[in-house]
T-cell receptor, first 116, second 117 residues
């Protein structure tokens, strides 16, 4: 069965500091992995996705994530935080299968606060 | 290109009342999803449609929840009667046919925030 664990429900960083949001997954077969961002009172917006191509994935707004199979991780990073990055971030996993379908499973989310 | 549209954005009702949420997916997206998002948690799938067929409704509480997608385009999710524990955000998402090489990306609407008093 698939699952996602996001370590740290709240992360606080200073503006300009490195952002690191952790995500570990469990999947019996190679997964597809996603990071979504949710701003207050809005839906989820895709930041980036890993679909078995390059293990280092670059997304929007300067975010990137690296798929590490040996660590079953897909941590999200951004070199320099901006005030506008304050939001809720969700990691999600899906196990693709030919001719079939598996659900997209979300982690519980990490709320990122950015202070001046 | 218009995104996923949901209405209403906010709804406040008293318990035992009925409520309905509407979703219009991105044009051309065959697959439509309804998710429940409780406070402080990630979205959880309630039901998935492929065109007008509900192909995964295993997580839908069928005693009080129902959904339809009659013409394979927009969809309605209904709760009757609502309970206090139904207070949450109800998200709609859509995606192209899953067999496409789109990485299974789902596009989300802004959600409907339901408060049951």
């Amino acid at each position: 069965a698939q699952s996602v664990t996001q370590l740290g429900s709240h992360v606080s960083v200073s503006e300009g500091a490195l952002v690191l949001l952790r995500c570990n997954y469990s999947s019996s077969v190679p997964p597809y992995l996603f990071w979504y961002v949710q701003y207050p009172n809005q839906g989820l917006q895709l930041l980036l996705k890993y679909t078995s191509a390059a293990t280092l994935v670059k997304g929007i707004n300067g975010f990137e994530a690296e798929f590490k199979k040996s660590e079953t991780s897909f941590h999200l990073t951004k070199p320099s935080a901006h005030m506008s990055d304050a939001a809720e971030y969700f990691c999600a996993v899906i196990t693709p299968r030919a001719g079939g379908y598996n659900k997209l499973i979300f982690g519980a989310g990490t709320r990122l606060a950015v202070h001046p | 290109e218009a995104g996923v549209v949901q209405s209403p954005r906010y709804k406040i009702i008293e318990k035992k009342q009925p409520v309905a949420f509407w979703c219009n997916p991105i044009s051309g997206h065959n697959t439509l999803y309804w998710y429940l998002q409780n406070l402080g948690q990630g979205p959880e799938l309630l039901i998935r449609y492929e065109n007008e067929e509900a192909v995964d409704d295993s997580q839908l509480p069928k005693d009080r929840f129902s959904a339809e997608r009659l013409k394979g385009v927009d969809s309605t999710l209904k709760i009757q009667p609502a309970e206090l524990g139904d207070s949450a955000v109800y998200l709609c998402a859509s995606s192209p046919a899953t067999r496409l090489a789109g990485g299974y990306e789902q596009f989300f609407g802004p959600g409907t925030r339901l408060t049951v008093l």
